[in-house]
């Protein structure tokens, strides 16, 4: 398996890739080459038939503090134009399979962003996400001024993008930001597990599903549930569908293949 410089990259389980953010000095900052090394292994996770599902983690007490700020401060306004960091958010933005993030401690403005990105949050009790870049006279820049309403609804949002104040575990659950609590020491264990439940689903089934959901941020109701009606058309000429109707009927497990 590749080795990069700021996450660690392993499989912990059958079918579940698990990356771990691993710059502990920087309260894992994602600088440039941070954000690159996430692409990377997400392409190389997309490309992998044996991925069924990734888990994104940091530390117990830092899931990620934000962009790198002392290589923000570099950013002039043609050098914030062309940075390559949007590139890297669109490939994150664009993995087609389940992605988990288990976040503990501190989720701060790339951070947060990040984990806006998965599809799935599990956060530890002691779990703080926040948009604190008003703090440093900017603004997000990885969507928090647009993912975050769309999650947690326009007065929380506000209140996080401009007073650039916390909000803690149960104030993320209750508005939706993440999906589960769960103690601190249980986080990667219970993403873990919920990743080992989707990775034996049909891959397929996963991918559409998932396709549409997010699909659901961009279209009106209409096109949505026009696109939810072929997609389900679509994965009707499946192996996985029959196996899955077959399965249940015959009362046993299914066996997907992905096909
Ligand atoms: N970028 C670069 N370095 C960072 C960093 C960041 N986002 N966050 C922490 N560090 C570094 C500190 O500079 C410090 O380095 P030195 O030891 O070399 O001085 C080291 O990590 C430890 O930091 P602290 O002493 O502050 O650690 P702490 O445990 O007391 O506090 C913290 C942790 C609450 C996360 C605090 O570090 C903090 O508030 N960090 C900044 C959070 C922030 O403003 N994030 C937004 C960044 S901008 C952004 O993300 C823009 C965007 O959307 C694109």
Redesign the pocket.
């Known amino acids: 398996m590749q080795t990069y410089q700021d996450i660690l990259v392993d499989q912990p389980q059958e079918g579940i890739l698990l990356i771990t953010l691993n710059r502990p000095?920087?309260?894992n900052?994602l600088r440039n080459n941070s954000l690159r090394e996430i692409a990377d292994a997400l392409r190389a996770a997309d490309d992998d038939s044996e991925v069924r599902a990734v888990v994104i983690t940091g530390g117990e007490k830092?899931f990620a503090?934000?962009?790198?700020?002392?290589e923000?401060a570099q950013l002039g306004p043609i050098e914030a134009l062309t940075d390559v960091r949007p590139q890297y958010w669109k490939t994150i933005a664009a993995f087609s399979k389940p992605l988990i993030a288990a976040v503990n401690g501190?989720a701060?403005?790339?951070g947060c962003?990040l984990a806006m990105h998965v599809d799935i949050v599990i956060a530890g009790a002691g779990a703080k996400f926040g948009q604190?870049?008003i703090?440093?006279g900017t603004i997000?820049?990885?969507g928090?001024t647009q993912r975050l309403v769309k999650t947690v609804g326009k007065p929380l949002a506000m209140k996080m993008v401009l007073s650039g104040e916390m909000i803690d575990a149960p104030t993320a659950l209750a508005s939706g930001l993440v999906a589960e609590v769960t103690e601190d020491d249980k986080t990667l264990t219970r993403a873990l597990a919920l990743a080992a439940v989707i990775a034996s689903k049909s891959p397929l089934a996963t991918r559409v599903a998932k396709e549409a959901v997010l699909r659901s941020f961009e279209l009106g109701l209409e096109a949505g549930l026009n696109l939810e009606r072929k997609s389900f058309s679509l994965l009707a000429a499946s192996e996985d569908r029959r196996e899955g109707i077959a399965a249940f009927l015959e009362k046993r497990p299914a066996k997907f293949t992905g096909r």
């Open positions: 000095d920087a309260r900052a830092y503090a934000g962009a790198d700020i002392k923000m501190y701060l403005g790339a962003e604190p870049e703090n440093l997000p820049g990885a928090g």
